[in-house]
Nanobody, 127 residues
Framework: ISQLVESGGGSVQAGGSLRLSCVASSDAYDKYCVGWFRQAPGKKREVVAVADRDGRINYADPVKGRFTISRDNVKSTLYLEMTSLKPEDTGMYYC?????????????????????WGKGTQVTVSS
């Protein structure tokens, strides 16, 4: 991967929805474990959701039932559908990727285990 570019962020009211996209410049996107991370001001970067190369998906507890991660390997694109947004979802959202063999799940490594990062897209949820 030479580049990851996020889009789709914005400002919404609580209860609203947003759909983030992340396009990767890669010919082997299906070989990567990919995920969404977020960082609020003054806080550590945290994992939001991960989709590994074998189709397994993991979500952080605060977003379970509200966010949906999906990937399109043909388009080399990762998505994050966010619904029922809350003010605590506010932050910079980053997509990230790491190449891994069959069975490798990058959920376990968290942010420090990812090798490639986009520049982020801002999500702001007002109450």
């Amino acid at each position: 991967i030479s580049q990851l570019v996020e889009s789709g962020g914005g400002s919404v009211q609580a209860g609203g929805s947003l759909r983030l996209s992340c396009v990767a410049s890669s010919d082997a996107y299906d070989k990567y474990c990919v995920g969404w991370f977020r960082q609020a001001p003054g806080k550590k970067r945290e994992v939001v959701a991960v989709a590994d190369r074998d189709g397994r998906i993991n979500y952080a507890d605060p977003v379970k039932g509200r966010f949906t991660i999906s990937r399109d390997n043909v388009k080399s694109t990762l998505y994050l559908e966010m619904t029922s947004l809350k003010p605590e979802d506010t932050g910079m959202y980053y997509c990230a990727a790491v190449i891994g063999g069959a069975g490798y799940n990058c959920w376990l490594g968290g942010a420090s285990g990812m090798d490639y990062w986009g520049k982020g897209t801002q999500v702001t949820v007002s109450s």
